[in-house]
């Protein structure tokens, strides 16, 4: 795994991480394990699949989220224009499959929380 690649994998998750336990009084204590149990997934190859099978599961919705945001703001910041986090959310709301089990309300609440936790880890870089 190259710098890169691992520098993304600890960000994705460290975001990932944070959107469940900030979602997770709103949502349930369950979603801190499907977000585990979606970067476990992710971890073994089968990242879009994971979301695809189980369109209910707000920790795959995390976890694909905060893994498509990373991908725009390294690409926008390699290319020295750093998006907003609306276009991010945006690209995303867009880029992502939906699914009539996760209402819209909620799916853009967990895009926007995602959005903000990638920030603020790139931040911190």
Not at 4 to 17: F, K
Not at 116 to 123: F, G, N, Q, S
């Amino acid at each position: 795994m190259s710098n890169q690649e691992l520098a993304a994998n600890v960000t994705v998750r460290r975001a990932a991480r944070a959107t469940a336990r900030r979602l997770a009084v709103d949502f349930g204590s369950e979603l801190k394990t499907q977000v585990e149990t979606a970067l476990d997934a992710r971890d073994s190859d089968r990242r879009s699949e994971q979301y695809a099978v189980d369109p209910i599961s707000l920790g795959s919705l995390i976890v694909s989220a905060a893994t498509l945001a990373w991908t725009v703001y390294k690409d926008r910041r390699d290319q020295s224009q750093m998006p907003t986090p609306e276009v991010t959310s945006q690209r995303i709301r867009i880029e992502l499959p939906t699914s009539d089990s996760i209402p819209s309300a909620q799916r853009d609440r967990v895009i926007r929380v995602v959005v903000e936790e990638i920030v603020t880890a790139l931040d911190r870089e």
